[in-house]
């Protein structure tokens, strides 16, 4: 059974990594899928393995720094689709610093895509969901936001993001609380994902500690009880637990998927 069967999703960040394995996932799973990046020709291959595969979609450039881009996004994605069921907003980058080296530069760069480009993609995704009418749930919309374990606990050797993914939870609380009950709001925090994010956390940890090339990673994996580094089809299960009907009662919640790593 397709699941997401006739909603149309938009997922930003969506040219590779978890945002990539997430549209792949969302269109097998029988959605309409928006795919955006500030990477179009990236965003468009996503989307074009979608429809080699039966399914629908269509991509766009997007900045999400820039919230008129958002806004512009959202709009695409509506007069393409008619509407707009699921927002994930993937879209994130990191710089590794030591706290003290940490520049009001590196802590723009983070903050400005992972918290204040997040928050204002949610709202202009929830000003459509708002105003389109409801699905036969009840609902009008239903958001997922990409956090982090990095949001979870302070990270020295990257301050600036932990710092932004904290405000990514924060943030879906505080749009659960205000947009209940017509949309629902909900994160996803990975953990340590085998992307090209960790491999450039890996080569500016390492450069920094004069360590060897890969010694930041096999740090990182070595304590995860499941065994093994995550792949960024690991999240895609949740991602669609979280668009689809069986979350319809969850909201302000911001789940971890990341092999036992954060237990609570």
Do not use: H
Request: proline share 5%; net charge negative.
């Amino acid at each position: 059974m397709e699941t997401l069967q006739g909603s149309v999703a938009l997922v930003t960040g969506g040219a590779r990594g978890i945002g990539r394995a997430i549209a792949l996932r969302y269109g097998r799973e029988g959605a309409s899928v928006f795919v955006a990046d500030i990477d179009l020709a990236g965003a468009e291959a996503v989307a074009g393995e979608i429809r080699v595969a039966g399914g629908s979609a269509d991509a766009c450039l997007t900045d999400i720094g820039q919230p008129e881009e958002s806004a512009a996004m959202v709009a695409g994605a509506v007069a393409r689709f008619g509407r707009l069921d699921v927002m994930v907003n993937n879209a994130g980058v990191i710089r590794v610093r030591r706290l003290l080296e940490l520049t009001p530069e590196d802590w723009d760069y983070n903050n400005n895509v992972n918290a204040r480009g997040l928050f204002f993609a949610l709202q202009a995704g929830a000003r459509q969901m708002q105003a389109q009418p409801p699905r036969g749930s009840g609902l009008r919309g239903k958001i997922i936001n990409i956090a982090s374990i990095g949001g979870r606990i302070g990270r020295p050797m990257f301050a600036g993001y932990a710092a932004s993914k904290a405000a990514a939870i924060s943030i879906t609380q505080s749009a659960a609380a205000a947009l209940a009950p017509e949309i629902t709001v909900n994160a996803i925090c990975p953990g340590v994902v085998d992307t090209e994010m960790w491999r450039t956390i890996d080569r500016e940890w390492t450069a920094i500690d004069g360590r060897a090339p890969g010694a930041a990673w096999a740090d990182r994996i070595r304590g995860i009880p499941m065994g093994r580094p995550e792949t960024p089809e690991d999240l895609t299960g949740m991602a669609v637990f979280l668009a689809g009907p069986g979350s319809d009662y969850i909201t302000g919640q911001s789940f971890n998927v990341e092999g036992g790593l954060v237990m609570s």
